[in-house]
């Protein structure tokens, strides 16, 4: 239900850009700081994040109604967990679609402009998603995983902006397994939210 509510909620932004919006594009690199992994898993191994990054593409559109706009990402990033002293990266492709508030005020807009970012979050994991801890436990990502972002910024002479944003898992995004008697056994599943602090250039 949640997902078919936020996929819809993605499309209902997509097609509320009109023909006449003014569309910017740009470029984004960030940096992604891994909470620890929810769960239990202190039960069984000791687990915590820890810092990666993301760089891409993004293209913004703002609507006729003052101050509302939407900004769509494709970016590729890094993150990972460490699970008991080993490090377990994350490579995916993340397809963020914001619902942009900017407070524009009239004084100061050529200079500086505050805004409010919030909307669904699409990723797509790749590569080696398992890690093997040892002979009879690993930890293993989702291929892909829904998730809902939430966060501010401002928007520096026009072209450059910076963008706090904390991304909250909406489902589990990773699996703790071990052997027991032969057969490998889900001792737990995890979400990881992930605080992100990004760049980016307006052309």
Not at 121 to 142: H, I, K, M, P
Request: charged content about 15%; some cysteine.
């Amino acid at each position: 239900m949640k997902k078919t509510f936020v996929i819809l909620f993605a499309l209902c932004l997509l097609a509320a850009i009109p023909a006449k919006a003014q569309i910017k594009f740009g470029v984004k690199a960030g940096t992604n700081l891994v909470d620890k992994p929810s769960g239990n898993l202190d039960s069984y191994t000791d687990a915590k994040g820890y810092t990666g990054f993301y760089a891409g593409a993004m293209a913004q559109f703002t609507l006729p109604i003052v101050g509302l706009g939407v900004e769509a990402d494709v970016l590729y990033s890094q993150s990972g967990s460490e699970i008991g002293g080993d490090k377990v990266k994350k490579q995916s492709i993340e397809i963020p679609v914001y619902l942009r508030y900017d407070l524009a005020l009239p004084a100061v807009s050529k200079v500086i402009i505050p805004f409010v970012a919030v909307g669904p979050q699409f990723g797509f994991a790749f590569g080696d998603l398992t890690e093997a801890l040892d002979v009879d436990r690993y930890y293993e990502y989702n291929k892909s995983q829904l998730s809902f972002n939430v966060g501010a910024g401002l928007v520096l002479l026009s072209h450059i902006q910076a963008h706090v944003n904390y991304n909250i898992a909406l489902g589990n995004t990773s699996e703790y397994m071990e052997l027991t008697d032969g057969v490998w056994n889900v001792m737990t599943k995890s979400k990881t939210n992930t605080w992100q602090i990004s760049v980016a250039y307006l052309f």
